[in-house]
């Protein structure tokens, strides 16, 4: 740290990160405190930047579409069905119509496993251990259907160019409607542990507060935006895969809760409530499930043969968990594409913090910044400095401070 | 907020000939269906001379407050190509267009305005642009790096495919870091190490 930063008095600058154990892509926050208060909020990015585009620009889209599995941890659908879509346009691919449903159904499972898993970490961070148990025991469920399905937990490799890699049986039927009876009939409850819960109202209510405006001019996108009233899904804006099949409805926090008022309560809402929209996807997507080939070319060569005469551009993009999730793609005739620009959906929702953290106190941080579900969250360690002295506290002694918090409301 | 009423793909680029006339260097619209009722999805794609590129992002806000996704880039060679790409009309059903403006800028003159006065959210892209492509963006309120390290070197940009390109020997290829040599002893003893001098996938040397 430079010479004049470490001489500031007041504020003080408080740094976190740049990593955190538990969640990937750290993050580098700069806080200048006023006492409790933030005041000032910056922040760096890119602490792990892997250089994916670059790679992928030396490598021919049936590679691509394995690395891009690997773009994010925890979404292993949206990144390689947003390039897959991009190169189809790009050779001019009819996908099956079969193969768009299962994309469909996987799609779901995805946003249905990371929405919970969201839960369970702002569970966690508001000190709600046993809600956080709940959250990730029943998000189990649909992992093992994912595994069922694909054969993976994570990194599912199920999307293929033009199509994907393993069909849906008919005895995989029941198993998949089993599990969506299980959320069903545990959606109710949830809403309640969480909704109704005084001390999860009290940490959210009203903390963590991105206007509609904000929203719209600092391009958020996903539950974060319709948290704030931002009518916006690409599932209902702009038809892909089965979704121009469907009625899919943005779900903005509704009005009997007091919604849309963009605080982190109306984001958890949101959340909860699309898990009960990604099941009745499901359902309806299994009830009209297509027959016919799953692949538009199962052989290798030909496909890649395809995909080295391809010229031109496209844009894929789908409704990530997080949100908007969009590949641009150009090829011009050569194995590799030209250029691979990869925006995901976080990367429309960090600028969203600033606003969302500035008046708030230390130990609402964590939860804050897990409210728009970074693909990154809270910290690792936090260095203090205060009077040229710095002292380093962990991620514990941060997430102590936001419990501490919670029993001193609760008392 | 300015609300035009939704206009059709065609409308759109009309609207824009009208008023850019031969500014508007190229317009296309691509679709594409899905599913079984291939209801389609409209891809808008706008090239503009370079004068005129501010102009085209303040129509499109005039039209529809848009969303910005992200700016992306081309190397073609003598001229970087800058894309912002756009959507407007979310919030109706199926009614959303992509709507991509693109700028051609040579590498003699790699300058672009901002746009973080019109659309406070595109600074993060532009932050990015700035050091994948070496663009400098003319205005920016906050220069800094956004994903590159501080200790990266000065004049490498990772996205440009000429001289100013990540050069070969900042490339960590994994096959060749070997295994480390403080660990026990593999329980399969190891195979002799592949031959030398060829470097497969990678760049050559």
Redesign the interface.
């Known amino acids: 740290m430079s010479a004049e930063k470490t001489k500031k008095t007041i504020p003080y600058t408080v740094p976190i990160g740049p990593v955190h154990p538990a969640l990937k892509e750290p993050v580098m926050f700069t806080f200048g405190m006023e006492g409790e208060i933030v005041k000032t909020v910056d922040f760096?990015?890119?602490?792990t930047?892997r250089?994916i585009?670059?790679m992928g620009?030396?490598?021919n889209p049936v590679q691509i579409v394995h690395m891009t599995d690997r773009v994010c941890g925890i979404c292993g659908i949206v990144h390689s069905l947003s390039f897959a879509r991009a190169v189809e346009?790009i050779v001019g691919i009819e996908?099956p119509?079969r193969a768009?449903?299962i994309r469909t159904i996987l799609h779901e499972l995805e946003r249905i496993q990371s929405h919970l898993l969201w839960a369970g970490v702002a569970a966690h961070e508001l000190g709600f251990d046993s809600l956080f148990y709940l959250a990730w025991r029943v998000r189990e469920q649909s992992m093992d259907l994912i595994e069922n399905l694909t054969g993976n937990r994570v990194n599912y490799g199920i999307i293929q160019i033009g199509g994907v890699r393993r069909d849906i049986s008919s005895e995989q039927r029941p198993l998949i409607e089993k599990g969506l009876a299980y959320y069903q009939g545990l959606l109710d409850k949830m809403a309640t542990l969480f909704l109704e819960d005084s001390t999860v109202r009290m940490r959210c209510r009203d903390h963590g507060f991105l206007s509609e405006n904000d929203a719209?001019?600092?391009?958020?996108?996903g539950p974060t935006a319709r948290a704030s009233g931002?009518?916006?899904d690409?599932r209902?804006?702009?038809?892909?895969?089965?979704?121009?099949?469907l009625d899919v409805k943005?779900i903005l926090p509704p009005a009997e809760t007091g919604g849309p008022r963009g605080d982190v309560y109306d984001r958890i809402i949101v959340r909860l409530l699309e898990i009960g929209q990604s099941v009745e996807i499901i359902r309806q997507c299994l009830e009209?499930l297509?027959p016919g080939e799953i692949l538009w070319e199962p052989k290798m060569a030909k496909l890649l043969a395809a995909c080295k005469k391809a010229e031109g551009?496209?844009?894929g993009?789908v409704e990530a968990p997080r949100g908007?999730c969009?590949h641009?793609v150009?090829m011009a005739g050569k194995e590799a594409p030209?250029?691979w620009?990869i925006?995901a959906s976080s990367?429309?929702n960090?600028?969203s913090w600033i606003p969302m953290l500035q008046g708030e106190q230390l130990a609402d941080i964590p939860i804050i910044v897990a409210s728009i579900d970074p693909c990154l969250s809270c910290t690792d360690r936090v260095a203090v400095t205060r009077n040229g002295r710095s002292a380093i506290l962990t991620k514990e002694d941060l997430t102590r401070l936001s419990r501490e918090k919670t029993r001193r409301m609760m008392q | 907020m300015n609300a035009t009423s939704h206009l059709t793909p065609q409308e759109i680029v009309d609207s824009y000939r009208v008023t850019f006339g031969d500014g508007l260097v190229e317009a296309k619209i691509?679709e594409?269906?899905?599913?079984?009722?291939?209801?389609?999805?409209y891809?808008i794609?706008l090239r503009f001379r370079r004068d005129l590129f501010r102009p085209a992002i303040q129509k499109l806000i005039e039209i529809r407050?848009p969303?910005?996704?992200?700016i992306?880039?081309?190397?073609l060679g003598s001229e970087i190509e800058l894309?912002y790409?756009f959507?407007v009309?979310?919030?109706?059903?199926?009614?959303?267009?992509?709507v991509?403006i693109g700028v051609r800028l040579p590498k003699s003159d790699l300058t672009i305005p901002t746009i973080t006065d019109l659309?406070?959210?595109?600074?993060?892209s532009e932050r990015e642009k700035q050091e994948f492509f070496g663009v400098t963006v003319t205005g920016i309120p906050d220069g800094r790096?956004?994903?590159?390290?501080e200790d990266f070197p000065q004049g490498v940009y990772?996205?440009r495919k000429d001289e100013t390109g990540?050069p070969p020997e900042m490339v960590k290829n994994l096959w060749e870091v070997g295994r480390p040599k403080d660990r026990p002893a593999p329980p399969v003893p190891e195979k002799a190490p592949a031959p030398q001098g060829k470097n497969e996938?990678?760049?050559a040397p």
């Open positions: 760096a990015p890119g602490q930047h250089g585009e670059w620009m030396r490598r346009q996908v119509e768009d449903y719209r001019i600092l391009c958020a996108v931002l009518n916006m690409v209902q804006d702009y038809p892909y895969c089965a979704y121009g099949d943005a009209s297509p551009e496209a844009i993009r908007e969009m641009y150009r030209e250029s620009k925006k990367y429309s960090l600028m | 691509t594409r269906g899905e599913g079984t009722k291939k209801v389609r999805g891809n794609w407050f969303h910005l996704a992200v992306a880039g081309n190397d894309l790409i959507s009309f979310y919030g109706q059903k199926f009614g959303e267009y992509m991509t659309i406070p959210g595109a600074l993060f790096r956004l994903f590159l390290p990772p996205w990540i996938g990678g760049e």
